[in-house]
C-alpha cells in the first residue's frame, strides 16, 4: 500500500544519497523555480546551516522525496541571524525552547508526477513540523516567511505571531513569525489534514 512517510534525521544520520537527493531538489525548487538567491555548489542547494546543529524532516511517497524542512536550535547560529538579519531591527532569539525552522518545501513537480495534488500536503509537513517540536520540548518554531506563506500557514490552522518584518527589495516584504506550540494549533491543522487526507500517512522519530 503506498503511504506518505515522514522522518526525522540529525544531519549526521542522514544517509549520503538521501543528502545528495535533499540538495538537488532544493536547488530546483529555491533555484530554478523561486530564483531566490541561494547558493549552489554542483547542482545542489547547501549553505553553511547545513551542519551538525541541523536536523531535518523530510517527506517520502513511494521511497520519492516530495518535501522538507530544516531546524536549528536558537541556541547556535541560525539562519534568520545571517543573510536576513539586516531587513530586521529586533533581537533575535537565542533559547533553549525555541527552534529555527527554514528551507521549507513541497515539490510540485513531483506532486503532479505521483498524483499527490489533492493531498493536503502542507497541512501535513505542518502538523509534523509541530509533532517534531513538541517531541523535543520547543516551545515555539520561528521563520523567515513571504507574505503568501504567512497567509498558507495561516490557512491550515497553525496560528502565530508576527515578531518583524522587513523590505528585501521594494515590491518585497518578508515576516519574521513565531508558531507556538500547543494543543489549539495542533487540534487547528489536524482538522485540515483528517478532511482532506486521502491516503494513509507514517511519522517516525529516532
Known amino acids: 500500500m503506498s503511504k506518505i512517510k515522514f522522518k526525522y534525521y540529525k544531519y549526521t544520520d542522514i544517509p549520503q544519497s538521501i543528502k545528495n537527493e535533499l540538495y538537488k531538489l532544493r536547488k530546483e525548487v529555491f533555484k530554478d523555480r ?18 551538525d546543529n541541523a536536523t531535518y524532516l523530510l517527506g517520502f511517497y513511494n521511497n520519492i522525496l516530495i518535501a522538507g524542512a530544516r531546524f536549528i536550535s536558537t541556541i547556535y547560529p541560525y539562519m534568520a541571524q545571517g543573510p536576513f538579519e539586516k531587513f530586521f531591527n529586533k533581537p533575535f532569539p537565542c533559547s533553549h525552547d525555541l527552534v529555527e ?7 510540485k513537480s513531483r506532486v503532479i508526477e505521483l498524483k499527490l495534488q489533492h493531498q493536503p500536503l502542507t497541512a501535513l509537513l505542518l502538523l509534523f513540523m509541530h509533532e517534531y517540536a513538541k517531541t523535543f520540548n520547543f ?22 505571531q508576527f515578531l518583524d518584518s522587513g523590505d528585501v527589495n521594494p515590491n518585497e516584504t518578508i515576516f519574521f513569525i513565531d508558531m507556538p506550540v500547543n494543543s489549539s494549533n495542533y487540534e ?3 482538522s485540515h489534514v483528517k478532511h482532506k487526507l486521502t491516503i494513509d500517512y507514517t511519522f517516525s522519530l529516532p
Open 34 to 51: 523561486l530564483d531566490w538567491q541561494v547558493e549552489i555548489k554542483k547542482g545542489h542547494e547547501i549553505d553553511t546551516y547545513d551542519n
Open 139 to 160: 516551545s515555539s518554531i520561528v521563520t523567515i516567511v513571504s507574505k503568501p506563506m504567512t497567509r498558507i500557514v495561516k490557512n491550515n490552522g497553525w496560528n502565530y
Open 188 to 190: 487547528n491543522i489536524f
Open 101 to 107: 525552522s527554514s528551507r521549507f518545501f513541497i515539490d
